[in-house]
Every structure is written in structure tokens, then in C-alpha cells.
């Protein structure tokens, strides 16, 4: 398989001049961009999130988040797990690494993670006459753990996993609705798109993503921060998953202090679940 510097430095010279920028910016560094989201590559090399995603097709790639991979791929030494995880390790020793990956991420997204952002975000979502959660693969889970939980404190919440149903919902939502957006890379276009669909509506648009500037972040007007180095190893980390449960989480358990109905819908949902077990 050809390496991506040597695509980079094949067309080069057909390059338009931002083109080129972003090839000069990965060519010098090519280990800081896996950590850049779209808009952040694009403020680095001064040219617009369309011009890095113009050079990401020029080389053959779906787009920028591909382009990271091929990358990460290519430059990172250990592509099959953490920093130091090696195919020597046991499978318990793999689980005391990941262990500490989460650990860390969990300490650093604590450092990012704006109160005020939490406490705007909780007072849409007990005040909202529908709940709208969009989440796209890696996400989709966070997206329905969150639905589980604010069904369970009574609130009227569903999650959306399918990139047509997020479009036709986010169309059809209202002012005192909320769009609930899960990105980690804040570059999926599905979840942008629906959030900004939301948006233009009336809807209070909140999203849980990585800390940076994202296009997420430009369509929220809440954002929720991470701070978890997923594609520094593999693309399926669990740190930032376990993060983003933490938030949603957070916020669940926050309404049932703060919410008497909230308490009041947790046990008659307790009560209506006896029959299922033995």
C-alpha cells in the first residue's frame, strides 16, 4: 500500500497553493495531526474546513477523519493498542492499560469540561418537551444509554441512529425541543447536519464532543467536552466512550436530585419492571 506522504508528495506540484499548505503542515508534523479535528487543521494551515476536505479526496480518502487513520497508521509504532500495550501482554494486563488510558482521560476531560456548559445543558433537558439523540456508530450506544436514562426519569426522550431518521426528526422539532448531538471527532456531517437542521428550526442543540474546534461545535448551542486521545491507538478507544457516559450520567443523576417527578417516574418504572425478574 502507498504511503500517504508519498501521495502527498507525488501530486504535490498539482496542488493549489492551500492545498499545498496542508501538505507542507503534514509532511513536518504528520504525528500532531491525528489529533486535529477538520476546522483545527484548517485554522493551522489558514484555509477553510472545505479546502482541507478538497486535499483529503484529492489523495484518495472519503474525507479528513480517513485521511487521520491512513496517518495514524503510518506513523503511530503501536497500531493494534495503547502506548505500551504489545502482543506480550495478557489479557489482564491489557485491561490494567486500558484501565489507566480511561483513568487519564477521565482526570483531563474534568479539566476541559465547562460547569456552566453542564448546568445550561441540565436546564434544557429538564425543561424540554422532547429530547432528540443523535448518535452514529461509535456514539450510537452513548446516544441510547442517554434515551434509557431520561425515559427512566420520566422525560420524553428518544434516540436516533439512522442518518435519514436524524434528518427528518431534526426537521419537525420546536422551540423548548432539544437536539442532542454525539460526536467524539465533531466532524460527523450526519450529526452536524441534523443538529444545524434543529437549529433553524428553534431547537436548543447541545453536543458531547472532543475538546477543539470542530463544525459540531459551531451548530451547539451547548458543548459538552471530552478530552480523550482516541485516535492516537485505534479508532475503537474506550476512553472516550466511558467519558461520554460519565457526562450523560452525570446529568441523570443530577435530575433526580433536583426533580421530584424525576423521582416519582424512576419508581414507577421500578415498579413496572418487577415482573421481569425472577
Do not use: W
Not at 90 to 99: L, N, T, W
Not at 119 to 130: L, P, Q, R, S, Y
Not at 206 to 224: A, H
Not at 228 to 236: F, G, M
Amino acid at each position: 500500500m502507498e504511503s500517504v506522504l508519498s501521495k502527498i508528495r507525488a501530486v504535490y506540484g498539482n496542488m493549489g497553493r492551500g492545498e499545498k499548505k496542508i501538505a507542507d503542515y503534514i509532511l513536518k508534523h504528520p504525528k500532531d495531526v491525528i489529533h486535529l479535528s477538520i476546522s483545527e487543521m484548517a485554522s493551522v494551515c489558514g484555509c477553510g474546513d472545505a479546502t482541507v476536505f478538497r486535499f483529503s479526496k484529492r489523495l484518495g480518502y472519503r474525507g479528513y477523519q480517513s485521511l487521520k487513520i491512513g496517518i495514524a497508521q503510518e506513523t503511530v509504532s503501536f497500531p493494534d493498542g495503547g502506548a505500551s500495550i504489545t502482543g506480550e501482554d495478557s489479557c489482564f494486563k491489557i485491561f490494567e492499560k486500558r484501565a489507566s488510558e480511561i483513568t487519564k482521560a477521565m482526570e483531563s476531560t474534568r479539566r476541559v469540561l465547562k460547569p456552566e456548559e453542564m448546568d445550561k445543558a441540565v436546564k434544557a433537558i429538564i425543561g424540554a418537551d422532547h429530547i432528540a439523540l443523535f448518535g452514529l456508530g461509535n456514539s450510537a450506544p452513548i446516544a441510547l444509554d442517554a434515551q434509557h436514562k431520561f425515559l427512566r426519569a420520566g422525560l420524553n426522550a428518544a434516540a436516533y441512529c439512522d442518518n435519514h431518521m436524524q434528518a427528518i426528526v431534526a426537521s419537525h422539532l420546536h422551540s423548548g425541543d432539544v437536539a442532542f448531538g454525539i460526536s467524539h471527532s465533531g466532524s460527523s456531517v450526519d450529526i452536524v447536519e441534523a443538529l444545524k437542521l434543529a437549529r433553524k428550526v428553534g431547537a436548543t442543540t447541545i453536543c458531547i464532543t472532543n475538546y477543539g474546534q470542530s463544525p459540531i461545535v459551531k451548530v451547539s448551542d451547548i458543548c459538552l467536552f471530552t478530552c480523550a486521545e482516541e485516535t492516537r491507538y485505534t479508532i475503537l478507544a474506550m476512553s472516550s466512550r466511558v467519558v461520554q457516559l460519565n457526562i450523560i450520567d452525570a446529568i441523570y443523576t443530577y435530575i433526580l436530585y433536583h426533580s421530584e417527578r424525576a423521582v416519582k417516574a424512576v419508581h414507577e418504572t421500578e415498579r413496572a419492571l418487577e415482573s421481569k425478574k425472577y
